[in-house]
């Protein structure tokens, strides 16, 4: 039996860096904003997870969306109480519901790794942002976390990143909308194949990727939600467009916008981006107000949206947008006579103590085997103890840079590094 391919990640020290600059640009961001980092456990209670992705949905689209979440699975292949966390917004509100008190807004983010099955039901690993404003029903809100999305998309580099967005309504118009849909659907049956019809008359937000000639699989001349809103949802959409223009977001209103998880009201948006295969959705999200209300018995309002890191990450090294990445002074250590060990590692605790990055070889080698290797290893400097030397109060410092060496004292030492890693500035 063919074992399953899984797509995990293994990022090697030449890419960490890159992360790490990645993952400080939206730190910066994010305190600007007064975030609050949670930190979420990988491990998720299967119930509590699919109460939420399954909260507006009917039982055979709450099927599908279910079997795309990794459950840890006992011997005789029964669901276990375990999964691996497919998103971060349902444990966010499970955790904080709790303690959450009444009109208390709170900010927070998190991020890492989530997983799922991909279209193929292959296992998934990919890394994501989420940001979760919580407390507030207020149009100011949602405007906030979309702008805070837009800003972090830009200070990244990602400066053509424009808005699509949507209303999905609330409780009072979206049953209409539905109503109409599913009369429209059922009237043209014949135009649609039997997966597209059932996936549409189960979710009319849904968007299909079906490729088959004879179906339709699209929705352009059917009923939109924009003709069926309430005044309340049609005048809080307005507002939230009216915002965004005057805070230069571009945007565009996409009648056809999906989302995975079926527990978004009203104000709905994704963060798009053109590249060379075309637009891209790098991240998106909207108002939940009544997911709480499933997960943890109370109504707390909500808005939140995440970022695709992965993808993110993809573009910005293809238009060369991580800045070089620029190595700390780094002096190496090597010894040419046996029992050095007390006094290297006395010499590295001090340079540790001033700031200054160490690399030690552990054998005796060849000179220039060590000087080769300390310059693979980006080190600026170079200290070789041998034993006559010690006894002088002495060491070898040789600046690898310049070729240049010399004996210094051990009381000198710290001095004569500072003045090479100044030269370096």
Known sequence: MTPPQVNFHEILPDQIWKWNYLEQQIEQVLSLFNYQEMRLSVLQDYRTLSTGM???????????????????????????LLSLRPEGTISVLH??????????THR???????????????????????VELLGSDSILSENEVISLGMKLCHELGLKDTWL?????????????????????????????????FRALHHNPFHVTDC????CVHHTEAAPKIRNY???KCKDNFNRVKKIQANLANHYKVNDFLFKHFAYYNETVFNFVINTQEGPQIIGGGGRYDNLSQKIAGRQIPAVGFYLNLDLIFRIMEARNLFHAHQEPFRVYLCAQSPEMEIIMLQIVQELHQNGISTLISSDIKDTDEEIDYAFKHGCQAMIILRADNIREGKVLLRNLLKDKQDYVSLSDLLDDLTIIKKALQ
Do not use: W
């Open 54 to 80: 399954v909260a507006l949905l009917d039982s055979e689209e709450a099927h599908t969306s279910l079997q795309q979440v990794l459950s840890l699975n006992q011997p005789d292949e029964d669901i276990s």
């Open 95 to 104: 955790q904080v519901a709790k303690l959450f008190p009444e009109g208390k």
């Open 108 to 130: 927070f983010f998190y991020r890492g790794p989530m997983f799922r099955k991909n279209k193929d039901m292959q296992p998934l690993e990919f890394f994501q942002l989420g």
């Open 164 to 196: 699509e967005i949507n209303s999905f309504g609330c409780d009072a118009c979206r049953p209409v909308f539905f109503a109409e849909m599913r009369r429209f659907l059922e009237a043209h049956q014949a135009d649609y194949c039997q997966e597209c």
């Open 211 to 214: 490729l088959k000639k004879e």
């Open 229 to 231: 809103l309430c005044s």
